[in-house]
């Protein structure tokens, strides 16, 4: 019994074989090609764009942003190494060099914007992301809510950002 059964399944494989090498007729009225030069042809004569960009949309606050997150984000990995990588090479330590920019005389103007622009991606990256949190948590997603905590974040960004340039006076160095 063991063998005619193993006789009956070897067959069958085998039928499955060679039924797989033999090409089959394609039933589809069309091919893949032409569903695609028809779709591609259909969207060149409604004017539609290849894909939808920036400009497509009108700019809203959730848009902005996570955008400015994202940004936020990437500035401050590309100033932390390469900040690191050019402190590295620089020949002196790190008070011989905090005093080669003192003896530069930069004006209180371009220090107080250079420290703007240091707090700002930083300030704005850590209270976004506690609403980033929160929205995994579950809370925030109501339109009315969306729009409250955007505005408190970019409210207690400028205030936070300000107190840093302004607030922290060091005078160890």
């Given at each position: 019994?063991?063998?005619?059964?193993?006789?009956?399944?070897?067959?069958?494989?085998?039928?499955?074989?060679?039924?797989?090498?033999?090409?089959?007729?394609?039933?589809?009225?069309?091919?893949?090609?032409?569903?695609?030069?028809?779709?591609?042809?259909?969207?060149?004569?409604?004017?539609?764009?290849?894909?939808?960009?920036?400009?497509v949309y009108k700019p809203h606050l959730a848009m902005m942003?996570?955008?400015?997150?994202?940004?936020?984000?990437?500035?401050?990995?590309?100033?932390?190494?390469?900040?690191?990588?050019?402190?590295?090479?620089?020949?002196?330590?790190?008070?011989?060099?905090?005093?080669?920019?003192?003896?530069?005389?930069?004006?209180?103007?371009?220090i107080i914007a250079f420290k703007y622009i240091l707090a700002?991606?930083?300030?704005?990256?850590?209270?976004?992301?506690?609403?980033?949190?929160?929205?995994?948590?579950?809370?925030g997603f109501s339109l009315k809510t969306l729009y409250k905590?955007?505005?408190?974040?970019?409210?207690?960004?400028?205030?936070?950002?300000?107190?840093?340039?302004?607030?922290?006076?060091?005078?160890?160095?």
């Open positions: 019994m063991a063998l005619l059964i193993r006789s009956f399944a070897r067959s069958s494989c085998l039928l499955k074989q060679t039924s797989m090498l033999i090409p089959k007729r394609s039933t589809m009225a069309t091919t893949a090609y032409e569903e695609m030069r028809n779709f591609w042809a259909r969207n060149r004569k409604l004017n539609r764009p290849l894909s939808p960009f920036l400009t942003t996570s955008l400015t997150h994202r940004v936020t984000g990437v500035v401050m990995q590309v100033a932390l190494t390469g900040g690191s990588i050019i402190l590295l090479c620089l020949p002196g330590d790190f008070r011989q060099n905090l005093e080669y920019v003192r003896q530069l005389s930069l004006g209180p103007i371009i700002f991606p930083v300030v704005y990256h850590f209270l976004n992301g506690i609403r980033h949190l929160a929205w995994d948590a579950g809370y905590s955007g505005y408190f974040v970019m409210a207690l960004t400028a205030v936070i950002t300000t107190y840093f340039v302004f607030g922290i006076k060091c005078n160890a160095l």
